[in-house]
């Protein structure tokens, strides 16, 4: 068996809020041109016709205000260009249309295009270069955020598109359920960042299991104290609030939150687990996207086994049905792990169905019932039984590197 | 490999900043919890008039904390009462018996 595999206890999910793919790691084609980024060939037409391109002018604040729109009207928009025929094609051009949507402002409606150079994310792009950074994740649906963060949690979002609240539990039980529910006992915590910022989608398990939750200070101890659960699930600050601790900045990069604060998370968590040795070694760290927050993207999002349920013409908002059945716009994803290779890409398709989907298959095998869209959702760890394929298998280096990087926070 | 530098937000705190539509959300979805919790724990909180991050984190870290709070009482609420009806047993007292006849 593979000893990175063979050594791996943990599983541990932060995920971000609402930028996409282009904006945040667009920048390193560049560097690498298997990275699908951004290149000069890209545009998007604004309401004047003319042809804007993306450009490294991005702000780590300020600049996307108004929230750019990400409901699914506004993400049909940007996906289809304004085309609502029965045969439509993806092809990502009403970015700039949408956002001008919401100020009427040609100038400020080209910010949409706008992306982050290298040396402005010496986080994220670190990371995404030094271990393995997903060509093809995107969000669960071409939607906002409560739905996309449900598909992380049970597989599907119980057929909604929209920020409502979810009534959940059944037929399809959250990743924290089935492993503290399995024989043998397996142990999982959501760690929010405080009691001011909470918890963001599930409140249901909020208010009926509040013992799965825990603070990231929390987090912090347990990684000190190697007491962290077999999967984890981090969730940022959302809020600037005052605390005990004094100014707590919103980290969760949620426009027009600041970006930089989001960084500085990133490698906090990255960190945690780096400076306990025996963590180090046994965890494999997914930091990945909500959604794309209406930014633009230039990848098309394919088409996707059908969830079971639909979502009336009514509740999408654009007069059409939807069947759970093409993803949405694609957004960041990185897994870090000593035991991967510096400078893996992968070009395989995920969606956040396949974060229930990869820690179900490791940590418990078989299981059922999940969703449609969980059962085919891709998995970025192997199963750790035999025979484990090479070629999938991420963690595959024989022996554990030793030349990862460090950030000063 | 050397040491590499994040910087630090300049100027990024506003307490003040009007909420986003992700918080109002939640407050909504806290605010449906929050009215299942007993009375004397509700916040009684107008959360329509909430308009700033501050005021909103104000009302989530009530609501969580009260949300904690409920299941901290009813779980010490169950082991009192384990206590209590085992207790009862074994403080049973035991009918002095009757001494016997002798025949």
């Known amino acids: 068996m593979p000893p990175g595999l063979d050594n791996l206890r943990h599983i541990v999910v932060l995920m971000m809020e609402n930028r996409s793919f282009d904006h945040m790691l667009g920048s390193l084609t560049a560097v690498n041109p298997q990275i699908d980024g951004v290149t000069n060939q890209l545009s998007n037409p604004d309401t004047t016709g003319a042809l804007v391109k993306p450009q490294a002018l991005a702000e780590f604040q300020g600049q996307l205000d108004p929230d750019p729109d990400h409901h699914f009207p506004a993400v049909d928009l940007q996906i289809f260009g304004g085309d609502t025929s029965p045969n439509r094609v993806a092809n990502m051009q009403g970015f700039v249309k949408s956002y001008f949507n919401q100020q009427k402002d040609v100038g400020h409606s080209q910010k949409i295009m706008y992306y982050f150079a290298q040396n402005q994310l010496p986080v994220l792009t670190t990371l995404a270069l030094e271990f393995a950074v997903f060509n093809r994740w995107f969000a669960s649906i071409p939607g906002p ?55 963001m989608e599930i409140t249901n398990l909020l208010q009926n299991q509040p013992e799965l939750f825990g603070t990231y200070q929390q987090f912090l101890d347990d990684c000190k104290t190697g007491n962290l659960p077999d999967y984890s699930f981090v969730e940022p600050n959302y809020s600037d609030h005052d605390s005990d601790n004094g100014e707590e900045v919103a980290s969760d990069q949620h426009p027009d939150h600041n970006v930089q604060a989001g960084e500085l998370f990133i490698a906090s968590v990255y960190k945690a687990i780096k400076q306990n040795a025996n963590l180090w070694q046994s965890t494999a760290l997914l930091v990945v996207y909500d959604e794309h927050g209406g930014i633009y993207d230039h990848v098309a999002p394919p088409a996707c086994t059908p969830d079971q349920f639909q979502a009336s013409p009514n509740d999408t908002g654009t007069g059409m049905p939807f069947a759970f059945d093409r993803l949405g716009v694609r957004v960041p994803a990185i897994l870090i792990s000593p035991w991967i290779p510096k400078g893996t890409i992968v070009n395989r398709v995920f969606d956040h169905a396949s974060i229930p989907g990869t820690v179900t298959k490791f940590l418990l095998g078989d299981y059922s019932p999940r969703s449609p869209r969980e059962t085919s959702a891709d998995v970025f760890i192997e199963p750790n039984a035999a025979p484990v394929d090479p070629a999938r298998n991420l963690l595959s280096l024989d022996t554990m590197r030793t030349d990862c990087p460090d950030f000063d926070v | 490999m050397a040491l590499i530098h994040v910087p630090r937000p300049q100027n990024a705190w506003n307490p003040n900043r009007p909420i986003n539509a992700l918080l109002k959300s939640q407050i909504v ?10 009375v004397m724990l509700q916040t009684g909180i107008y959360i329509n008039a909430i308009k700033t991050e501050s005021e909103a984190a104000d009302y989530v870290r009530q609501v969580t904390e009260a949300i904690h709070a409920a299941h901290q009482a009813a779980t010490a609420k169950r082991a009192r009462s384990r206590v209590r009806r085992t207790g009862k047993v074994r403080t049973k007292k035991k009918r002095p018996s009757k001494p016997r006849r002798e025949t």
């Open chain 1, 145 to 199: 955020t409560i739905c996309n963060r449900a598909f992380a949690h049970y597989g599907t979002s119980f057929g909604r598109v929209d920020m409502n609240l979810l009534y959940v539990n059944e037929p399809f039980k959250s990743i924290y359920d089935r492993l503290i529910n399995a024989t043998p006992k397996h142990t999982s915590k959501l760690y929010y960042y405080d009691t001011a910022s909470s918890t």
């Open chain 2, 29 to 38: 979805h806290l605010h449906e919890a929050e009215l299942k919790l007993p």
